[in-house]
């Protein structure tokens, strides 16, 4: 220790301006690629690590030629909709909207088909197409038909009819889509076996260019949402409208994550100098500590924007968290140092640096370390933004304490702090308290934990996973009213998808498609499918039709209307799509008679280019033998349970309609979601599991006893237990950003019990006096701990500031964790120092 101490005399306190040099020149450094500092709320940030069913879900919309690249604007006039008024706002608006440089284009009731007319049969649909751009229809004609048409109700109008939606498109350029399918398919050669060096660097390429593009049109499609909402605001005053789609909620979680980065970073710098003023009352108490916590953030996002990771809507509180983290490390040395500066006046200022690092850099590294264990369990989670999150606080960590312990010193160095008026017990009276409390009441303080630690575990056996997207947002957000409306009006808001793949040909089968040429050779004539009394080009022959190569027969069409009816019959759900709803809007246009077996057969033939991607290709992809349903959810329900739902239609498709299981696919981003919301109680376990086991291992290495590792350990289970608890009784379920406080509280307030421990082993050498060594410890390190947890209290309490609403549970329920880890670490702590005495016995 004293060839270090030598060391660090000579190096840090000798050449301060030398440190300091250096040290600015990393700044400069870190700096030179902050413009390159990105902000992401893509579904890519919101899943689980290598999580399949993100490019299930790209691989199926481009399979079914459908997109989520697309922005709803719900209309609801004063007017009557269907009323000249009414009709000519909503044209004047689709025009303003289609006239955008950034929408591709837009669908709304005055352009789709009515499919309505006497006239229009089968034969004529290509030229009887009616549309009210296109045509003179009588707008109480065209109200009957949207809303007698399967397709348009609870989609692009409401059921009374009073609410419409504009579907606005946003272009998504070829290239997106082409480096998309070779990432993903160099990703799936990379499962399978080990990639070459020249597949290893195309896929870096490609992964580098696809960010890239994907950053902008991110940009464009920011561009074109702030043009949209622009133009909205113009019709305000005469109609209700609203904006949702999966682009603007992605560009409003970025601004929100922008607005939490700046409204944190400023809150809670203008926190620590009112704290710092307040409780040191010196300039240089002020800016010393706040310059360290500000270059530790400076550091972090430098080396962010370096290697080009994104901040998420999870990590967007890596700022606030360090600065306060920051903060309460040179809290700790100001402290100390103020406490050699009071013993010693006429010492030399480098003297009292050098004897707090001396005093200090033990409990400060473990304080560190156990800090970086809490936040590095959350990258065991499995889920990729708290992945993302604890990598970026453990590499802030590692920087916080170096910067402790070498800028704060060399900057002090150089502004050496007046000696302080304040008299030595200044302050510490109310710490004091404690001590005494615990003298007079310790049966009391067991008691308390022991029932406290019983209302925890009731609590955490109540905790649930289940959470509903719209509930992360304000009720004054533009999300949060555009879901309600689109919930309430227009056929739900989360996207879910059941993928049901046709059964591999029997081995009899031919397996040619009798509607081409090579069907018909004489070798196929003799396992003719239509070979039978039987004609399945007129009749429904039932289980006596032979096997054809086609979904467009009787027999897998009753299958696919038994799914649609069954699905679309949930209490969930609300407006559900097949190729069920096309055969029943065909059914209507012929005359109100089911289609044959011959009109079934030539459906795909039949139907015009246009009506074909409307009709057809969402629904049916015969080259993949693959059936899509999609459906909307309604995410506002208080009923809805993701899983249990998932679980009970997959259930239904196996058992009741026998289907097979590889026959079942769930996709879309609710399956995503559900994914990420059903590994939260895993991950917790986890993460909790890595951190106590961590820190128990560290405790039997600084404290060298068990009993000791136990003694300290128990407070900090009690915190981490009560916020759980909290929540359990709350009914506040798990989420992205509540699984990390449990861990990262027991990784926060560990620290004051190394603190308090380390210090309660030097005073109890003084005497052996187990009582009087608590009082004097609650005198001076407790003080010390009493301005960290309240720092780290109000500092997390700026959280609520936020319009992400895990991310205000997040700040509150940290803030609840810390406040009962400085009681625990004030009351419990001692009374069991004092009752286990692990030092040894007291003097006599």
């Not at 909307?632 to 026998?658: A, N, Y």
């Not at 136990?710 to 915190?719: D, K, M, R, T, Y």
Request: charged share 20%; with cysteine.
């Amino acid at each position: 220790m004293n060839a270090a101490t030598s060391l660090y005399r000579r190096i840090v306190l000798a050449h301060p301006v030398a440190i300091l040099i250096g040290f600015a020149l990393i700044l400069v450094i870190a700096s030179l690629r902050l413009d390159q500092f990105r902000l992401d709320a893509s579904a890519e940030s919101l899943v689980l690590e290598n999580d399949q069913a993100l490019e299930q879900y790209r691989t199926m919309t481009q399979r079914f030629t459908s997109s989520d690249d697309f922005l709803v604007v719900t209309y609801r006039p004063e007017a009557d909709l269907f009323s000249d008024q009414g009709m000519g706002a909503l044209r004047s608006l689709r025009d303003e909207l289609a006239g955008l440089e950034g929408v591709s284009s837009t669908n709304s009731i005055l352009n789709i088909p009515l499919l309505h007319s006497p006239q229009l049969t089968l034969d004529t649909v290509d030229s009887q197409i009616r549309t009210l751009d296109e045509n003179d229809v009588p707008l109480d004609t065209a109200r009957q038909a949207l809303l007698g048409n399967p397709l348009y109700p609870n989609l692009l109008i409401s059921e009374d009819a009073r609410t419409t939606a504009i579907q606005v498109n946003l272009p998504t350029p070829e290239s997106y889509l082409e480096l998309l399918e070779e990432r993903n398919s160099l990703r799936d050669k990379a499962r399978e076996s080990e990639l070459s060096s020249a597949d290893e660097e195309r896929l870096q390429a490609v992964s580098d260019e696809f960010t890239s593009l994907s950053e902008t049109v991110s940009d464009q499609q920011e561009k074109t949402i702030a043009e949209v909402r622009a133009v909205l605001d113009t019709y305000r005053a005469d109609a209700e409208l609203h904006l949702g789609g999966v682009p603007m909620i992605v560009a409003d979680m970025i601004s929100f994550i922008q607005s939490d980065l700046s409204t944190f970073g400023i809150g809670v710098v203008l926190f620590l100098i009112l704290t710092l003023a307040i409780i040191f009352r010196q300039w240089r108490w002020v800016a010393v500590p706040l310059l360290c916590c500000l270059f530790t953030v400076w550091l972090v996002m430098g080396y962010l924007s370096w290697i080009q990771q994104p901040v998420t809507v999870i990590s967007s509180n890596f700022v606030s968290l360090l600065l306060i983290m920051t903060l309460s490390m040179t809290i700790h040395l100001i402290v100390r140092y103020r406490e050699f500066q009071h013993d010693a006046p006429e010492a030399d200022p480098c003297e009292h640096m050098l004897n707090t690092v001396r005093s200090m850099a033990k409990p400060c590294f473990f304080m560190a370390i156990t800090t970086i264990v809490a936040f590095g369990s959350l990258t065991f989670s499995g889920i990729r933004p708290v992945i993302d999150f604890g990598w970026m606080m453990t590499l802030g960590l590692a920087l916080a304490f170096i910067i402790t312990f070498v800028i704060f010193p060399a900057l002090l160095t150089l502004l050496p702090p007046k000696v302080s008026n304040q008299p030595a017990d200044e302050g510490r009276a109310f710490t004091r308290r404690f001590a005494t409390f615990t003298d007079r009441f310790g049966g009391t303080v067991l008691v308390t934990s022991a029932l406290l630690a019983v209302l925890c575990v009731i609590g955490i056996s109540r905790l649930t996973v289940e959470n509903s997207f719209i509930d992360y947002f304000k009720e004054s957000t533009e999300i949060y009213r555009g879901m309600v409306t689109i919930d309430n009006e227009l056929g739900g808001t989360s996207p879910l998808d059941v993928i049901i793949t046709d059964e591999a040909p029997p081995e009899s089968a031919s397996g040619g498609d009798p509607f081409t040429s090579d069907s018909f050779t004489n070798d196929a004539f003799a396992e003719d499918e239509f070979a039978s009394d039987c004609d399945p080009f007129v009749d429904d022959c039932g289980e006596d039709e032979g096997y054809r190569d086609t979904w467009f027969t009787y027999q897998k069409m009753q299958r696919l209307e038994e799914v649609h009816h069954y699905l679309d019959g949930l209490p969930e759900t609300g407006k559900t799509l097949s190729i069920t709803t096309t055969l029943e809007l065909l059914a209507q246009v012929n005359e109100d008679q089911p289609l044959n077996a011959l009109e079934l057969a030539f459906v795909p033939a039949a139907l015009p280019d246009n009506l074909r991607e409307i009709l057809l290709m969402p629904y049916i992809s015969e080259e993949h033998d693959q059936a899509r349903f999609t459906m909307r959810l309604i995410d506002s329900s208080p009923d809805l349970r993701r899983q249990q739902l998932l679980d009970q239609i997959h259930q239904h498709l196996t058992g009741e309609l026998g289907f097979e299981d590889d026959q079942v696919t769930f996709t879309g981003m609710t399956v995503m979601y559900n994914n990420m919301l059903q590994s939260l109680f895993d991950s917790q376990i986890k993460t909790l599991g890595i951190v106590f086991l961590a820190i128990g291992l560290m405790f039997l290495i600084l404290f060298r006893s068990l009993k000791l590792a136990l003694i300290g350990i128990a407070p900090n289970v009690l915190a981490a237990s009560s916020v759980l608890g909290l929540m359990g009784w709350l009914r506040l379920p798990l989420d992205l950003m509540t699984i990390t406080v449990a861990a990262i509280t027991v990784g926060i307030a560990v620290d004051d019990t190394i603190h308090y421990i380390h210090r309660f082993k030097v005073e109890f050498a003084k005497d052996h006096n187990y009582h009087d060594t608590m009082h004097r410890c609650h005198q001076s390190i407790g003080r010390a701990m009493f301005y960290t947890s309240l720092t780290i209290i109000i500092g997390f309490s700026i959280l609520v500031l936020s319009n992400f609403i895990p991310t205000i549970y997040f700040g509150l329920l940290t803030g609840f964790a810390m406040l009962m880890a400085l009681l625990g670490a004030l009351t419990l702590l001692p009374k069991l120092i004092v009752l286990v005495k692990p030092f040894g016995p007291e003097a006599a």
